[in-house]
């Protein structure tokens, strides 16, 4: 057992599955220059609650630490403006949102989805954490709360706004490090009739793409319906309806309300059902997933080494946190990937900390014989775009590493074994 109470209910049965050794934040990206080693490390160890099944890690860096000031911008690629315009639209249409209501964001970046819902009318406020984001979404127009959401926050924007008629977390849910206040300060929030809507990384869609670089120090739950329903109905809420939406490379998105205060949907009975059947209540199935890891290992070391032996070079494309847990774990420092090209200007000229992968700007005439996605959830997105189409056509490579090892190439896509 892993010494530690669990974040969901608080036994102390968490069991260790995937250790992924002591690696360092992910986000904060260091100084290409920085002596070599001196970022700290901690340790990045995934457990499972024999209790509750809530699969979590261990270490806790604090959250002003990681939170404060932060490199990730939701306008950055094309996929998450549209997926919020879409979300935005259902939630709309659902609850009948009109210009008495209120909607609070919790972690709402740089306003990305709360723009979305100018065309109802309603009033609209934003509470994220990292000062540098917030300013984005305030100099936006979007009213924003640049403070972590808990219960004094809730507080606060009671007297100042009164009940939220729906409250929204979207790739925020998993970072909470004062979990059970935020979750009694959502249900303090929310109209008699109000609505919460969550979208978190869904863990069965992680098992199944061999996901382990959405392990990093930011992600302290890993939610599938029974666990997040394990900590929502510890504060008398309860999910109503509940789908999977690909997002993020597989996300879980319920849609939660006082408990007994709306008709369960069959989509909550369907998905409870299916997570019995393919076990994701069961340690089996996570012991098993970090077997796919170790595997996952070993195939793309060999192919990054038949790269480094034909002296053709590789570069990441783009350099997400989730790249930084995939270099690190691996092991795979510039003698295998020389470098990362971004378009985030946040990044350009650091470096990954750690594996220290420099990180560049996109160049459109400068190019290596491959790029590895990091990011490979956006690979549709990157694959379909023109220069890198053109990129393919004169005889470039992209590698996927995940959900399994892929080369891209003129001749088509191959699975390497
Ligand atoms: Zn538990």
Redesign the pocket.
């Known amino acids: 057992m892993l010494d530690m109470a669990?974040?969901?209910?608080?036994?102390r049965?968490?069991e260790l599955v995937v250790d992924l050794g002591d690696q360092p934040h992910c986000n904060r990206l260091v100084a290409q220059d920085l002596t070599p080693g001196v970022e700290p490390h901690y340790p990045l160890r995934v457990g499972f609650?024999?209790?509750?099944?809530?699969v979590q890690i261990d270490h806790t860096i604090p959250k002003e630490s990681m939170f404060s000031d932060y490199p990730y911008v939701s306008g950055t690629t094309k996929t998450l403006p549209a997926h919020f315009a879409e979300t935005s639209r259902r939630i709309a249409d659902a609850y009948g949102l009109g210009p008495q209501d209120l909607v609070v964001d919790i972690g709402s970046n740089d306003g990305t989805w709360l723009k979305q819902y100018a065309p109802y009318g309603c009033r609209v406020l934003g509470v994220e954490a990292a000062g540098n984001v917030a300013k984005i979404a305030q100099d936006a127009g979007v009213p924003t709360w640049n403070r972590f959401f808990n219960e004094d926050c809730v507080a606060d924007i009671l007297k100042e706004f009164g009940p939220a008629k729906v409250v929204t977390a979207a790739g925020v849910f998993f970072h909470l490090e004062e979990l059970h206040s935020v979750v009694r300060g959502i249900e303090a929030l929310l109209t008699s009739d109000g609505v919460f809507v969550v979208q978190a990384i869904y863990l069965g869609g992680m098992v199944e793409n061999t996901a382990f670089d959405q392990v990093y120090h930011e992600h302290l739950c890993y939610y599938t319906l029974k666990?997040l329903s394990?900590l929502l109905e510890q504060h008398g809420l309860e999910v109503f309806e509940a789908k999977l939406v690909p997002i993020h490379g597989g996300s879980i998105e319920a849609h939660v309300a006082r408990k007994g205060s709306r008709p369960v949907g069959d989509s909550v009975r369907d998905m409870q059902a299916e997570e019995i059947r393919k076990g994701f209540g069961d340690i089996a199935t996570y012991q098993r997933f970090a077997g796919n890891v170790v595997e996952l290992r070993d195939r793309l070391l060999a192919l990054l080494q038949t790269y480094k032996s034909a002296g053709r070079s590789v570069w990441a494309y783009g350099a997400p946190a989730k790249g930084a847990t995939l270099l690190n774990s691996f092991g795979i420092g510039p003698d295998l990937v020389q470098q990362a090209v971004e378009r985030n200007p946040m990044k350009v000229g650091l470096a990954i900390p750690g594996v220290r992968t420099p990180i560049a700007a996109e160049e459109a005439d400068v190019s290596p014989n491959a790029y590895i996605i990091l990011a490979w959830n956006f690979a549709d997105e990157f694959l379909k775009n023109a220069a890198n189409q053109k990129f393919i056509e004169q005889g470039g490579e992209f590698i996927i590493p995940v959900p399994k090892v892929q080369v891209v190439s003129a001749s088509g896509t191959r699975d390497v074994k």
Do not use: P
């Open positions: 669990c974040r969901c209910c608080g036994s049965t968490v609650c024999h209790t509750c099944t809530m666990s394990a």
